[in-house]
């Protein structure tokens, strides 16, 4: 927010925008692209889980709470079976970057060009 000019704000307010008015049209086109990469950077955290939920697993509940890095973790530290949890490991995050593309890349059809531009 801190790019964003200030004479912008005394512009509204000359012109008798409030403070919602200027939030709107002023703050959020101003801080837009910032969104967008903390929203993408976020994408990447989708599937990870925080440490807790390796603490708090047990027989009891381990058939609800495993997924796929409580299941990495098990069998490679636990089990002692290296690459098979690698592997996992690896198709987890192959699957993430692919979502994490598909949600971030516009669709293919969004760059074809437009019949009413001729060109010379």
Known sequence: MASIDPSLYEAAKVDGAGRFRQIWHITLPGIGYVVIVLFILRLGNFMDIGFERIVLQNPLNVHVSD???????????LQHDYS?????????????????????????????????????
């Open 67 to 77: 997924v796929f890095d409580t299941y990495v973790y098990r069998t490679g530290i």
């Open 84 to 120: 098979y949890s690698a592997v996992v490991g690896m198709f987890k995050s192959f699957w993430m970057t692919k979502f994490q593309r598909a949600c971030t890349n516009p669709s293919p059809n969004s760059f074809k060009k437009s019949n009413s531009i001729r060109q010379a």
